[in-house]
Every structure is written in C-alpha cells, then in structure tokens.
C-alpha cells in the first residue's frame, strides 16, 4: 500500500522549510516504495522540490502543517476532512501537538499506522458555518469562530443584535459584535472578548457579546441549538470565518450559525490542554 503526505510549512519560515526537507528526505531514504510526498508550492520553491497548490492535497491520507495554529487553520480551510499532523512552531500550539524535535519519528509513525489500518484514528474537531437565514450565501467553515460585527469596533462602530437561541431571545443590544466559538476556539477571540476556556473533548458551543451596552454572560449550548443572529441599526456588518473569510452584511439581516457537516481530524501525538493553558499570558 503506497501512503499519500501531504507536507506544509509555515509561509516564509526557514526553521518550517527546513524542517519539512528533513520530513520529505528521512521519508523518501527509509520508505521510498510505499511513500508519495508532496510539497504546498512556496515550500517546493524554498526547498527545490516540486509543488502543488494546498487544495490539491484533499485526497491525501494525511497532511502535516509545520508552524503555528494559523498555519494548520490554512491548511483545515483547504483539505477538509482530511487527517491533519500538526507540527508546533508557534507560542502555545493547542493545535498543533508535536514538537519539532519528535516530527520526524511522528510523521514516520502515522505512514507505518497508515499502511496497518483501514483509517487513522484521531481527535474530531467541529466546525461551524454561518449562513443567509434566507438561503443566499454560505460562509466557508470555521474550525475556532464565527463573528458577527458591526461596522467597525468602538465607540460609534456597533449594531444592533439580537440573538436568538432556539427561536427564543437571549439578548438584543447595540454591540461591537457577537461571536460563536467551538471549544477548539475557545482560546482564541472567544477568550479575548471575556469568554470561558472550554475542554476541547466537551460537546457545545460558547456564544459570547463583544462590548455590548446590555451584556448578558456568555452562554455554553448544545452544539445542534438552532442559533440567530438579527443585526440592525447600521449601514453594513459583516460576518467572519475563523478571521479570515468574510461576507458582507446589508442590515436589517438574519444569519444563522450551526455545526457544518464535515468536521477536521488530527491525528498523531495529542498534546495535554492543560498543559497549554499555562502558556497562555
């Protein structure tokens, strides 16, 4: 059985480069026959090697995204369900489990898991989509939050927004913004807006107001709770995908957020959460 990686590195980072060459070489001395490796394009550029595009990685068996969380947050836009390593560049890597040093033997580890099994078992992460509650548009998903905002944050920036859960009103107030965060994202944006830290393995959803005139607590739900979010009171909003992808709003609008239906899986070494949290300032 020939094993398809995937390998990534972080943009414009040597140490990422490099250690992808080390990953791309130890795998082609010690499994040349049963191995296909592939290279994002800046990284074939920087290493000599022959590149493909992020998005063309989506059949591999696995992808290793070598640099921070942003980086694997990429990567997870662009492959989807497929099994994901991540290598740790960054400050608290709550994503990405394996260090530098161990990425080598890991990576060598999951070709041999791969060529044993069926599939790779892994930790599931679900991500949401926000959509027109009309049908319109489709946000691309978001591994750590979904935000809905005004025009822009601070004094005279907000909308209004009223959120419901379950076809019931939690909150309407004028506010920066509200947010929708999975517990992968609940050390991202969700904890910078006064969200609470949420056990990865918990089954929910954190719904937290930015700067709201009328602030309610943060709210943990069940993750299938139909949510709603009507803004008003503002020329335009916009809604947002893990910071990245963003859909313009026309206010007065409705924009629903659920569970989207293909989740991420990492795979390989899990790193300890608790752990992290001591990284975190």
Known sequence: MEVAVGLVAQRDNERAQA???????????????SVDIVVDELTGEAIDAAGVSVDRMHD???????????T???????????????????????????SPADAV?????????????????????????????NGDWELEPALNEIVIHGPRRGHGGGATIDVRVDGRRYVESHADGVLVATPTGSTAYNLSEGGPIVQPSTDALVVTQMAAADAMPPLVVDPGTPLEFTVS?????????????????????????????????????????????????
């Not at 890991?106 to 989509?129: C, K, M």
């Open 19 to 33: 250690l992808a060459r080390e990953i791309k070489t130890t795998l082609e001395e010690v499994q040349s026959a």
């Open 60 to 70: 591999r068996d696995f992808v290793v995204s070598i640099g921070g969380d942003g």
């Open 72 to 98: 694997l947050l990429f990567v997870a836009r662009e492959v989807g369900p497929t099994p994901i390593l991540g290598v740790n560049l960054g400050e608290v890597g709550f994503l990405n489990a394996v």
């Open 105 to 133: 033997d890991a990576v060598t580890d999951l070709v041999t898991a791969t060529t044993e099994a069926d599939s790779l078992e892994g930790r599931t992460l679900s991500r949401l989509t926000a959509t027109e509650a």
């Open 233 to 281: 009171g503002a020329d335009t909003a916009s809604v947002i995908s893990d910071g990245r992808n963003r859909q313009r709003l026309e206010p007065p609008v409705t924009v629903t957020v659920s569970l989207a239906d293909d989740p991420i899986t990492l795979v390989g070494p899990q790193g300890s959460f608790v752990d992290g949290l001591e990284k975190l300032e």
